[in-house]
């Protein structure tokens, strides 16, 4: 079983920058695509982005491209998440998700960790 845990969450001022982390304890974590997604109060879940097992493959959310960006450290079994420019609009419980996979335009993943919450304010 893979455990997620994700953390640096926090509330930030619109404009701000956060930095979440999510480790994994799971051995052969290069051999899994990770991802984050993310559910604002009274939404959908979504997809925030994905990256490839070695990290060469990344995928965004029209709304965050060019403000986040996805990366990964294998040798310390973590992926993060660098959130610029944050906006009101990115408040949501963000979720880090092992093998997102998208079927019929919608995306899913194998497991989940228990999210960490961000919120910005206005």
């Known amino acids: 079983q893979v455990q997620l845990v994700e953390s640096g969450g926090g509330l930030v001022p619109a404009g701000g920058s956060l930095r979440l982390s999510c480790v994994a304890s799971?051995?052969?974590?290069?051999?899994?695509?990770m991802g984050w997604f993310r559910q604002a109060p009274g939404k959908e879940q979504e997809l925030v982005s994905t990256?490839?097992?070695?990290?060469?493959?990344?995928v965004y959310a029209a709304s965050v491209k060019d403000r986040f960006t996805i990366s990964r450290d294998n040798a310390k079994n973590t992926v993060y998440l660098q959130m610029n420019s944050l906006k009101p609009e990115d408040t949501a419980l963000y979720y880090c998700?092992?093998?997102?996979?998208?079927?019929?335009?919608?995306?899913?993943?194998?497991?989940w960790g228990q999210g960490t919450q961000v919120t910005v304010s206005s």
């Open positions: 998700a092992r093998d997102p996979f998208d079927m019929a335009g919608k995306w899913y993943a194998k497991s």
């Open positions: 990256i490839s097992r070695k990290g060469t493959e990344t």
């Open positions: 799971v051995d052969a974590f290069s051999k899994f695509d």
